[in-house]
């Protein structure tokens, strides 16, 4: 016979209704955190709930400042001001005992009306901040299974409060970044920083300030390593468009057959391996600067397509019909002569026309040899930092030879040399032996088959006295000292090897010199 009595499932007792209400609770605070995006919106919501579905008459969440360690008051609901963030001072002292020792801290009976329970905001076991309630009084009030519930509720929080450091924590790191780099950027680029005080690089300092601010096509000129690219980047960030982006092409470094789909892009099935459509670097530097360095390797047919754009300011995708505007500067730079390329016919003259508007010749090192000492410096101080070396200066006999040599590779073998050499030297100074072979002939280095070794001892000993000569600043005195020998010893070896030790002595005339340097200089005598 079949029966209507209820049926219960043997050890599944039927729940209280405060735990169904609690339940529920937990769930809608779960969905707020997870909903606002933002932090204290978010606290204020699950506070909020507290006090509409538990009963909370005052509700507040402190959290300890990760810098200042100060008790911020972050989140609030009932009579309490939130506005502002303010540090906290209602509750200090239990708030504090909860913050120090990261346990539940409860006061049955504030008055005749309130009871208050604070439990900890605890991440990775470290106490950050703390969840408080008010609470009307009940004498019968469940006091551990209100704190168990809302350590439940704290654990929440404090997931959320990790979840919002960490988000917050990667911005503040990529926005440290990222301002890192603009500095870096534009110093970098700052052509009032860039190496070089000889009558040359005047020349070009002043012609990148004229032609910075405008949108004038440059054509930049010059050997291979002299610094071209270097220009265009000063050219770029010191334009009215220098937050857009600088796409740089090397055309001598693309196929002949792709290098119209590299810079203009491409449709969908214009060619095999077209599998979809792709922007072109003209697209791409769109608000921009597009730099073509090596403008003398582009084929005749780019030529055609790039003079176009020159003209009209517009292109259109290989393999598609839409006119696709060209709002950019262009930049272009060769090291080939573009005057005898026009008399062979491989490039249009219509073209350089257009590309030559406002030409930068960027002189060869050689032209610029005040420069060499002021380069070599700058990249030993680069070159020392990035390897971890404390090499801080260069030997006069050193300079000599960096001085005498033609750097037929410009800049670019220049700063090859200066890194080798940083690599090379186990001191604080560069040497003539540090340098490269092709620097020094083999008997001026002591390097050659056929020098004899007392050749190659005086080169080395050479050296040692005109470093110690260049850093007493030409007082013999000081320099015997510095090679912790006697003057008259120093003296005697100066004199055999034939070195001028006045041209290390500073530029103070004579009659102006200290008594004392004058009366140490005799001692040697």
């Known amino acids: 016979m079949a029966s209507n009595a209820p049926v219960y499932v043997t050890g599944m007792p039927e729940l209280h209704t405060g735990e169904v209400r609690k339940l529920a609770t937990l769930l809608r605070a779960s969905e707020a955190l997870l909903r606002e995006p933002l932090l204290r919106p978010a606290l204020e919501a699950v506070l909020e709930i507290l006090r509409t579905h538990h009963g909370a008459i005052r509700s507040t969440v402190v959290l300890l400042n990760e810098v200042s360690r100060e008790v911020v008051l972050e989140a609030s609901a009932g009579d309490v001001d939130a506005s502002g963030g303010a540090g906290y001072r209602p509750g200090e002292g239990v708030t504090d005992q909860v913050l120090t020792t990261g346990k539940p801290s409860v006061i049955p009976q504030v008055n005749r009306e309130l009871s208050y329970v604070s439990v900890p905001i605890t991440i990775d076991d470290d106490p950050v901040g703390a969840l408080g309630i008010d609470l009307a009084f009940r004498p019968n009030r469940d006091y551990q299974r209100t704190v168990t519930f809302l350590g439940v509720v704290g654990s929440m929080i404090a997931h959320a409060v990790k979840i919002h450091r960490l988000i917050d924590a990667d911005r503040r790191k990529h926005e440290d970044e990222t301002r890192h780099l603009r500095e870096e950027r534009n110093e970098r680029y700052d052509y009032s920083n860039l190496v070089g005080t000889s009558g040359p690089m005047r020349v070009v300092y002043e012609q990148i300030a004229q032609v910075a601010r405008t949108n004038t096509t440059v054509l930049l000129r010059g050997e291979s390593g002299t610094g071209k690219e270097l220009v265009a980047h000063a050219i770029h960030y010191h334009s009215p468009r220098a937050k857009g982006p600088l796409i740089k092409v090397n055309c001598?470094?693309?196929?002949?057959?792709?290098?119209?789909?590299?810079?203009?892009?491409?449709?969908?099935?214009?060619?095999?391996?077209?599998?979809?459509?792709?922007?072109?670097?003209?697209?791409?530097?769109?608000?921009?600067?597009?730099?073509?360095?090596?403008?003398?390797?582009?084929?005749?047919?780019?030529?055609?397509?790039?003079?176009?754009?020159?003209q009209e300011r517009e292109f259109v995708r290989l393999g598609g019909t839409e006119t696709i505007?060209?709002?950019?500067?262009?930049?272009?730079?060769?090291?080939?002569?573009?005057?005898?390329?026009?008399?062979?016919?491989?490039?249009?003259?219509?073209?350089?026309?257009?590309?030559?508007?406002?030409?930068?010749?960027?002189?060869?090192?050689?032209?610029?040899?005040?420069?060499?000492?002021?380069?070599?410096?700058?990249?030993?101080?680069?070159?020392?930092?990035?390897?971890?070396?404390?090499?801080?200066?260069?030997?006069?006999?050193?300079?000599?030879?960096?001085?005498?040599?033609?750097?037929?590779?410009?800049?670019?073998?220049?700063?090859?040399?200066?890194?080798?050499?940083?690599?090379?030297?186990n001191s604080s100074a560069v040497h003539t032996h540090h340098l490269p072979p092709r620097l020094q002939p083999a008997e001026a280095s002591g390097a050659g088959l056929n020098v004899p070794l007392q050749e190659a001892l005086d080169t080395f000993e050479r050296d040692v006295l005109q470093d110690a000569l260049k850093t007493a600043r030409g007082n013999r005195a000081e320099a015997a000292r510095l090679l912790s020998t006697t003057a008259r010893v120093f003296n005697y070896r100066v004199k055999r090897l034939g070195i001028d030790w006045r041209r290390f002595r500073e530029s103070t005339p004579e009659r102006e010199r200290p008594t004392a340097d004058a009366e140490s200089e005799t001692i040697i005598e």
């Not at 077209?274 to 090596?294: C, I, N, P, S, V």
């Not at 073209?351 to 070599?376: C, E, G, M, Q, S």
């Open 252 to 310: 001598g470094a693309l196929p002949h057959d792709l290098i119209e789909a590299e810079l203009f892009g491409y449709e969908k099935g214009a060619f095999t391996g077209a599998y979809t459509a792709r922007k072109g670097r003209f697209e791409l530097a769109e608000g921009g600067t597009l730099f073509l360095d090596e403008i003398g390797d582009l084929n005749a047919a780019t030529q055609v397509k790039l003079l176009r754009v020159l």
């Open 325 to 425: 505007r060209a709002n950019l500067r262009l930049i272009t730079a060769t090291n080939k002569d573009l005057d005898a390329a026009l008399a062979a016919g491989t490039f249009r003259e219509d073209l350089y026309y257009r590309l030559n508007v406002f030409a930068i010749v960027v002189p060869p090192l050689r032209d610029r040899k005040t420069d060499v000492l002021l380069l070599a410096d700058y990249f030993l101080e680069k070159f020392s930092r990035e390897h971890g070396k404390q090499v801080t200066r260069i030997s006069t006999p050193a300079i000599d030879m960096l001085m005498a040599y033609p750097w037929p590779g410009n800049v670019r073998e220049l700063a090859n040399v200066i890194e080798r050499a940083v690599v090379m030297s």
